[in-house]
């Protein structure tokens, strides 16, 4: 983990401390085991609590069991440990959340450090070469791309990160997304997601896009890399030859 996303953690702690006292975990009374559930999530120090131990609140917060303020006491760790690629639930959820909350009209201190945390969650991703980060590349990417409020700086991350776990991700994306793309023209995540494929279409068949992705390939033609990095410059190359 980065040191600026391990900061961006810590602000978040300080930021939503004061709900501790606000947080009272009400739920619906169709749940005959609300009070077991409490007692469990209450058992531990907040930064103690495992992704196990905060999955069923995830789900269910704001909708049938908790509140705004207990989301916002609960947040720092839920996304704690979605930083760790441990998230309570899926990626996708925990920021829908969010709107169902409205976070939008908390404090702006509040709206920032979350935007700043998800803004190094994926700085984080795109450096982290493990075959964990791998594997959820694709949800990451599809909450973090949806929700965060500047789809041109989250590319602009991406391209300017020369890493070869950055790569890499793109590559997979590429290779494994390709159809979405161009050919059903949206973003295949939770939601069909259309409001940046166009945006997202145009970098990605852009001079400077394609010509990384060539340089990539030269520089790693003896790994097993290579083959995909080559089907994905001809896929770039080709979708900017019939956009055009």
């Known amino acids: ?64 069991w908790g509140d705004e303020n207990d989301y916002r006491f609960y947040l720092p760790r839920i996304l704690e440990l979605t930083a760790e690629l441990k998230t309570p639930y899926q990626i996708w959820t925990i920021y829908s959340r969010l709107e169902d909350a409205n976070w939008k009209t908390w404090d702006i201190e509040e709206q920032v450090k979350i935007n700043d945390f998800t803004l190094e969650l994926w700085n984080n991703l795109l450096n982290d070469n493990s075959d964990k980060a791998e594997w959820n590349f694709r949800d990451y990417f599809h909450a973090i791309s949806y929700y965060y409020p500047d789809f041109s700086e989250i590319l602009k991350v991406w391209e300017t990160n020369n890493s070869f776990a950055s790569i890499k991700h793109l590559t997979n994306y590429v290779f494994e997304e390709r159809q979405y793309l161009f050919d059903y023209n949206y973003i295949a995540s939770i939601r069909k997601n259309t409001k940046h494929i166009e945006q997202f279409k145009n970098w990605l068949t852009s001079d400077k896009t394609i010509k990384k992705i060539e340089k990539a390939f030269y520089e790693n033609d003896k790994n097993e890399i290579a083959e995909r990095l080559s089907w994905v410059e001809k896929i770039l190359t080709n979708e900017k030859k019939y956009s055009t």
């Open 1 to 64: 983990m980065t040191d600026k996303l391990k900061i961006s953690i810590e602000k978040l702690y300080e930021t939503f401390a004061k709900y501790q006292g606000l947080s009272k975990l009400e739920g619906s009374p169709l749940y005959g085991d609300l009070n077991n559930w409490n007692k469990q999530l209450r058992s531990k120090k907040l930064r103690e609590l495992t992704d196990e131990d905060l999955s069923r609140f995830a789900g269910k917060v704001i909708l049938t």
